[in-house]
């Protein structure tokens, strides 16, 4: 930038050769400098997690926290891959699910397209899952089976009370003898079942 030329003139002029100058020094200089990596880098397609997210095992925990407390132990979900902080499960998901983490373990966001083999072989294994599960789980057996556990627990109730009362009846015999002389059918109970 050079000062104004002409005294009237308070308006700064631009140098043009100076700055196309410069312009052309920076263009070389990229040209001349080699790329650090000219190769693209080779990820590997994304595939499903092999392990399961623990979101719940610092759940209604309280931690003091002071600054010289790592990140790794401070409140919230740390991810040791990109050596982050998130403070809510829903947030922490996101960012695992996320671009960035995911670069960062290496792997493209891209999904390797399934041949029809694979589909076919897929449906065949949920085909199988389901009908085992039928086989383990059928509802109308499973009902009938638990009016039948019903009634066995019914059944054994009425045999305890019934010998509760028999055993009640062996203890005291002189107690029906006592009310009797004093007017009235029994100590304890309302009821005329005698």
């Not at 693209?40 to 095992?57: F, G, H, M, N, W």
């Not at 403070?87 to 290496?106: A, P, T, V």
């Not at 589909?119 to 638990?146: A, H, I, P, S, T």
């Amino acid at each position: 930038m050079s000062s104004a030329t002409d005294p009237g003139d308070h308006r700064r002029k631009w140098d043009k050769e100076e700055y196309e100058k410069l312009a052309t020094e920076r263009l070389t200089e990229e040209f001349d400098k080699p790329d650090k990596d000219e190769t693209p880098v080779k990820r590997e397609l994304l595939k499903a997690r092999s392990y399961k997210i623990d979101l719940d095992s610092n759940l209604g925990k309280s931690v003091v926290i002071s600054k010289t407390t790592a990140a790794s132990d401070s409140g919230g979900y740390y991810c040791n891959v990109c050596d982050c902080v998130v403070k809510d499960s829903i947030n922490f998901l996101d960012h695992i699910n996320g671009k960035k983490h995911q670069r960062n373990l290496g792997m493209s966001m891209k999904v390797e397209r399934s041949s029809l083999d694979q589909v076919q072989k897929r449906f065949e294994m949920n085909k199988k899952k389901r009908e085992e599960k039928k086989k383990q789980y059928d509802f109308e057996e499973r009902m009938k089976e638990l009016k039948e556990d019903e009634e066995r627990l019914k059944a054994h109730r009425r045999e305890k009370r019934k010998e509760r009362k028999r055993k009640a009846e062996e203890e005291d015999p002189g107690d029906s003898d006592v009310a009797a002389l004093m007017g009235f059918g029994g100590f304890g109970t309302t009821s005329k079942k005698r």
